[in-house]
């Protein structure tokens, strides 16, 4: 009983860490988009043309990313803790 609590704690903690990052992610992109829009930079007839290897590598990026991330918070997370509340 104890161990599948554990392993769905560990997922529970893993879906919230990948939230939290694309929610980062996600706010930085409407700000950006924000001032552009308010610059008069994007018109609303605008035309994109998304190129398979640029939408490749920015895809693997955010994977690369996302790796990095869950695998280095929870240990970061502990190290800080330990430090600011070892007295």
Do not use: Q
């Amino acid at each position: 009983m104890i161990k599948l609590d554990n392993e769905k704690n560990k997922k529970s903690k893993l879906l919230l860490e990948v939230f939290d990052a694309l929610f980062i992610m996600i706010i930085c992109f409407a700000t950006l988009l924000t001032a552009m829009i308010m610059k008069g930079s994007i018109v609303a007839t605008s035309v994109y043309i998304v190129h398979i290897t640029t939408l490749t590598i920015t895809v693997l990026g955010l994977g690369v990313y996302l790796f990095f991330i869950l695998r280095r918070s929870e240990k970061e997370l502990k190290i800080l803790v330990k430090e600011i509340y070892s007295n």
